[in-house]
């Protein structure tokens, strides 16, 4: 089911997503990120064009925003990022009924 991919991912923290400034990333440790709020469209019952999520530090990092993307229609295992400088993109995999998060680190 869609929504038992509403879990706990584990990554870095980040801090709360900025304007006009780029997020920090910590670059080592284990921190946990909470993903609740999961809500996706079919409009026809095949494929989905809107699909979002908050995403939220849990171990006393700052980051807690909402993440989403739409479209006629959002391509499978394809990453869409959840806004600039947030340094977290996402993607859904149907055949999985899996949530995927993935963090890139700027230099």
Request: negative net charge.
């Amino acid at each position: 089911s869609l929504f038992a991919a509403a879990a706990v991912a584990s990554a870095a923290p980040l801090e709360a997503r900025q304007v006009d400034a780029s997020c920090p990333v910590a670059t080592q440790g284990d921190y946990v990120w909470k993903i609740s709020n999961l809500f996706g469209r079919k409009p026809e019952g095949t494929y989905y064009n809107s699909f979002g999520f908050n995403i939220k530090a849990t171990n006393g990092g700052t980051l807690d925003f909402n993440c989403s993307s739409q479209a006629d229609k959002l391509e499978d295992n394809k990453f869409y990022s959840c806004g600039e400088n947030s340094f977290i993109d996402f993607a859904f995999s149907s055949d999985r009924s899996g949530l995927i998060i993935k963090q890139g680190v700027s230099d």
